[in-house]
């Protein structure tokens, strides 16, 4: 018998907790103006940068929203962690991804076209395809998509 003595090490159980309820008119995403009109009122007025992700089964039906972090008036850590998690716990096929410019500037930063590369890069490998990433303005949006930022 071994001499070792026996460790205890936790036993986890995984799950994905519904956290309210959001109206919104569309079920279903077929462009960019879809999503934002989905993410604005979310993100309307927000005084600090707020990241969301819209989670998306195979039809692009919307099945969740995930706030997936709020930063300062100019940055939003954002970690491909912690935007796949809710999404594989959802089952999702895809997602969106959106986050707000206080400033009121529309056009996406070096730091957004990277973070968009690296999150396609990891939907790749995870099997969850990011279809877009918004950035939000008042009642304005950019698509990374529609401006080709982001590959078909």
């Known amino acids: 018998m071994d001499s070792r003595s026996k460790v205890s090490v936790p036993i ?5 907790v519904r956290d309210g309820k959001a109206k919104t008119a ?6 960019s103006a879809d999503a934002a009109a989905i993410v604005i009122p979310k993100l309307a007025g927000a005084d600090r940068e707020h990241c969301l992700t819209v989670l998306l089964d ?3 039906h919307v099945i969740g929203i995930n706030t997936v972090s709020i930063g300062t008036v100019s940055a939003s850590l954002v ?18 991804l959106a986050h707000n410019h206080p400033s009121g500037e529309l056009e996406p930063s ?10 396609l890069e990891a939907g790749r490998l995870v099997g969850i395809e990011l279809v877009d990433h918004l ?3 008042e009642q304005a949006h950019f ?8 590959p078909w």
């Open 12 to 16: 986890w159980k995984v799950q994905l």
């Open 26 to 31: 569309l079920r279903t995403i077929t462009n």
């Open 58 to 60: 195979t039809r692009n």
């Open 79 to 96: 970690h491909p962690r912690e935007v796949f998690k809710p999404a594989m716990l959802a089952n999702a096929s895809s997602l969106i």
């Open 110 to 119: 070096q730091q957004d076209v990277e973070l968009t590369t690296r999150l």
């Open 135 to 137: 950035i939000i303005c």
């Open 143 to 150: 698509s990374l998509r529609a401006s080709g930022r982001i």
